[in-house]
């Protein structure tokens, strides 16, 4: 009998993961076989305008209105357990995430919930954090290594939603750097929020820091390794990126 399952997913702390974000991946499958039953992606939108300030008792449900959301139809022969797992957002898996749940679904039982809310709601914890500057294997050539190095990142919950327009203000969360390079540099620093008006793009969710390049003498070229750590304290959410560049040598004079 087909019975049919509405999932959706938000960011733990944000909105629901909607296309401008890529969405996220949907699976279900059978607990006790393993058997794929059902996969797609999440569309539609992040939810209301106002989400973030809808308050819900643990007997209430989230509203839908507005939600991206994956729908499934199951053809089910008698009761069985299912695994729902989300992963997501598509548009930044290098920073994606996974949840998963377990529960019963019975045939001709829909787990649709209403147009108030219901369903399946799976929450992706984390940050996205996306270095900017400088981008993976960055490789300046001798002539032009700096001696200092701008590192920017931007940092927004795992739904997309930027930093510094409310209720997401920059001063509850914390983001760092740390380079290193082998067993014998290491050094770690804050990384400050930029407002809007002062970044070079015009955006929000811009974090950045100046980095002093150590000269190089080793006469070869020395590969650092960038880590950017972005954590939230309210909620415990944490994300990380890393890059590489590679530092060379001076040129021989002559």
């Not at 997309?160 to 509850?172: K, N, S, Y």
């Not at 650092?224 to 944490?238: D, I, K, M, P, R």
Request: glycine residues 12%; contains cysteine; proline residues 9%.
């Amino acid at each position: 009998m087909a019975t049919r399952i509405d999932v959706r997913v938000a960011a733990k702390g944000g909105k629901y993961l909607g296309d401008d974000i890529g969405g996220a991946l949907v699976t279900v499958h059978d607990v006790r076989t393993g058997e794929l039953l059902a996969q797609g992606k999440t569309s539609g939108g992040s939810g209301v305008p106002d989400l973030m300030d809808i308050c819900v008792t643990r007997a209430e449900v989230l509203t839908v209105e507005g939600a991206s959301v994956f729908t499934a139809s199951l053809e089910l022969d008698g009761p069985r357990p299912i695994r729902v797992t989300a992963y997501g957002p598509l548009a930044a898996q290098a920073a994606a995430g996974t949840a998963s749940l377990t529960q019963w679904v019975s045939p001709g039982r829909d787990v649709n919930g209403g147009p108030q809310g219901g369903g399946f709601l799976l929450e992706i914890p984390g940050l996205l954090v996306q270095i900017l500057n400088p981008p993976t294997h960055f490789l300046p050539s001798a002539k032009e290594t700096p001696e200092q190095l701008k590192i920017r990142a931007n940092v927004t919950m795992m739904c997309g939603c930027p930093i510094g327009v409310p209720p997401w203000e920059p001063a509850l969360f914390e983001v760092s750097a740390s380079v290193k390079s082998g067993d014998t540099y290491a050094v770690e620093f804050p990384l400050a929020f930029v407002p809007v008006e002062e970044s070079h793009c015009g955006a929000p969710s811009q974090f950045a820091a100046r980095w002093d390049v150590p000269a190089n003498t080793s006469g070869q070229a020395e590969i650092y390794e960038l880590t950017v750590t972005a954590f939230q304290q309210s909620t415990g959410n944490t994300g990380v990126g890393v890059s590489t560049l590679i530092i060379q040598p001076p040129s021989p004079k002559g």
